[in-house]
């Protein structure tokens, strides 16, 4: 019935009626089609950004890698090495007791906190009761303490007048920091 009808249109309508069709064939394509590959390439556009960021950011990682490696290898003669925490700990504790000695400082009671680790190291901290010592041996010592491996450092101290005018009492909190065996091999 509806070719019938079309076959008494005249060419003009059926001109007409040709393009009304193409462009419906067209939205069509253009709903269905376009409209996909335009989400597409719009996801493939901003997956394509946030890598370019990435990459951005681990160009800049890239260029600190050297820069890093060069100050690590000038501290790592000042870093020292654990086998474990107890060894760790009277190598410390032997460290500090020959320090005092050759500074002249006596400690009269010395003992060591916990360790505590965290990602590629452990701080050992020793506390250090109670020394006694002339003011000069003890800036010695401190000095000493400052110059050994192993990042040792004071982290408190505390000082009161001694026995006699020569001489200075107090208490000393120091701190160490280890890495463990095998950590600069592995990342090497």
Known sequence: MALLKLDKLGARERVGLALALVCMLV????????????GRVKAVTAQAAAESKELDYNRGVLKTQGPIAAEYARIEARLANALSDAEAIDQIKGRVDDLARAAGVELISME???PLPAEGYTE???EIRKFEAPMDRLLDFLHDVWQT????????????????????????IISTILIPTGVGAEEG
């Open 27 to 38: 939205l069509l394509v253009d709903r269905l089609v376009v409209g996909m590959v335009a």
């Open 112 to 114: 060591h906190r916990s």
């Open 124 to 126: 050992y901290v020793i």
């Open 149 to 172: 491996p192993g990042m040792m450092r004071v982290r408190k101290l505390t000082i009161a007048p001694g026995t006699d005018d020569a001489t200075v009492e107090g208490s000393a």
